[in-house]
């Protein structure tokens, strides 16, 4: 990469300004690339998309850790009850209420799997039950041992099945989206860098302009008294030297405002020593439109983007067509159980335990409901497949857009950097004329005029040419003058304090 932006500062100067800017004897130079950095590090913006990308990251591991077996202990505790409970007499019927004087304990360790390949869940399990009947001073144990039980879902929708595609993806466009933020960091400190610079310029232009102003009227006042000027003319510097002062003022607001922008954006507190050093040498590169757009393809967001909304439009529609119609839900266990007044009694001469069914459940009559959610479904997954197709089409406008604007930009900074070269040796010309008496104050300040003009667009022009140059960059997460993939640092970002 060639010269980016002249010098960079020291690393010892960029880990002193990470937060502030120490007091200082000397002017700091900071260039773009380095209040970018800064700011990536550093702003508001930056700590925001970082804790974005963080609670997506915690997301996607809560995610993956469904997928692992999980161990679950759970119970009742000294559940006691002293009440009335209804009985009937078997042998007439007759309704009577006995009292009831319970404690029941129960635990159960349980070890659960969710299938996702099926939607259905197996648990390994052990189970205890103790009842106290202080009534009749007794106490029951009832136990299982071992317990292995599966409950599978027929014709259902599998929510985990459809996670397995959409959170790997979401998880991935979180990552594209932290790495577009730092891009859109990059713009704005760009266009905050260049606001600096615009109105330094300006300041600086003002000041010479005030002391010139102020020679020339001195040399007027002088030529008055020689009788080779005329009171106009004098009157004319005096008022031209009048409002360089005032322009001078009102530049030295305007950059002061533009200073506590940048400084502030980068959460600089300490920042009158700093000095700007502007990107003067510009990359002269001519991007290749395939190029980008294949970057554009493989590394922004975008395909990413519309690969989840198909998905999700897929899974509203699995989802309408799993709850129509019959639902039918598989469940069985195989394990062993026993009984006894004593804990020991309860796991002697276990007894087998097998339990398996089918439950059903069939609308018989919706109103159209379940027909209606479907045909809503399919609607919506054309609408997104249709909008898709058009949201594609102006991506790819757009990039190619803006391919073609910055291949332009480098010729414009040049020829923007020859018209400020000739503005300025114009303007010499001119002052040095106006010494010798051959040219009128106008005619300085129309040189003038065109030498500020002339400075304003070199740096309007570079300014255009960087911002798009990093809106290129957040297009294709790429970096077109080191030649390499932008990526996003997963432990750094999780590890930094």
């Known amino acids: 990469m060639r010269d980016l932006v002249h010098r960079l500062i020291p690393l010892s ?4 300004m990470a937060w502030m800017l120490p007091p200082m004897a000397t002017a700091q130079k900071l260039t773009l690339a380095n209040a970018i950095k800064i700011a990536q590090e550093n702003s508001l913006d930056a700590k925001s998309a970082r804790f974005s990308f963080l609670a997506s990251y915690w997301t996607y591991r809560s995610f993956r850790a469904e997928l692992l077996p999980s161990v679950n202990l759970s119970g009742g505790l000294m559940n006691f009850n002293h009440s009335l409970v209804e009985t009937r007499n078997y042998e ?10 319970t404690l029941s304990n129960n635990l159960t360790l349980s070890v659960d799997q969710q299938i996702a390949a099926t939607g259905g869940t197996v648990s390994l399990q052990s189970y205890l039950y103790r009842l106290d009947q202080f009534s009749y001073d007794e106490r029951t144990y009832n136990s299982q041992p071992l ?17 397995k595609k959409t959170a790997p993806l979401e998880y991935e466009i979180a990552q594209k989206k932290f790495a577009t933020a730092m891009q859109d ?12 610079l615009s ?13 010139e102003r102020k020679a020339l009227y001195a040399m007027a006042q002088k030529r008055l008294e020689l009788g080779t000027t005329t009171k106009s003319e004098v009157l004319q510097m005096e008022l031209s030297q009048i409002n360089a002062r005032v322009s001078e003022a009102r530049n030295r607001l305007s950059l002061d405002d ?9 959460r600089v507190t300490d920042y009158e020593q700093a000095e700007l050093l502007p990107p003067y040498s510009v990359p002269d590169i001519v991007l290749s439109m395939d190029e980008v757009l294949q970057k554009a393809m493989a590394n922004s967001s975008h395909t990413r983007e519309q690969r989840l909304q198909m998905l999700s439009a897929e899974q509203n529609l699995a989802q309408a067509k799993s709850n129509k119609g019959l639902q039918v839900t598989l469940s069985g266990e195989l394990g062993f159980m026993q009984s006894g007044q004593d804990i020991s009694s309860a ?14 459940r069939l609308p018989i009559f919706d109103w159209g409901v379940s027909k209606g959610r479907v045909r809503m479904a399919q609607a919506q997954l054309e609408v997104v497949r249709t909008q898709q197709e058009q949201n594609h089409q102006d991506y790819i406008q757009e990039l190619r857009k803006k391919v073609m604007q910055f291949n332009a930009q480098p010729t414009q900074c040049r020829d923007a950097l020859r018209a400020q070269e000739i503005a300025e040796e114009r303007y010499d010309i001119m002052r040095r004329r106006y010494e010798t008496g051959t040219v009128t104050v106008t005619d300085l300040n129309t040189a003038q005029q065109e030498m500020t003009s002339a400075k ?42």
Do not use: C, H
């Open 13 to 16: 100067l960029l880990t002193a």
């Open 92 to 101: 007439d019927g007759r309704l009577a209420y006995v009292s009831n004087n």
């Open 147 to 163: 317990r292995i039980s599966y409950r599978q879902p027929l014709r259902a929708y599998n929510s985990l099945k459809w996670q």
């Open 185 to 196: 960091i990059a713009i704005k400190v760009t266009a905050l860098f260049f606001n600096v």
């Open 199 to 211: 109105a330094q310029s300006n300041y600086q232009q003002s000041k010479s302009s005030a002391e």
């Open 258 to 266: 533009a200073m506590y922008d940048l400084f502030s954006y980068l």
């Open 347 to 360: 796991y002697r001469n276990l007894r087998d335990n097998e339990v398996i069914g089918l439950t059903l």
């Open 456 to 497: 304003a667009q070199y740096i309007s022009q570079l300014s255009t040419f960087w911002n798009d140059y990093y809106a290129l960059q957040k297009s294709t997460l790429f970096d077109w003058t080191e030649r390499r993939d932008i990526y996003v640092d997963v432990e750094k970002i999780i590890n930094d304090k």
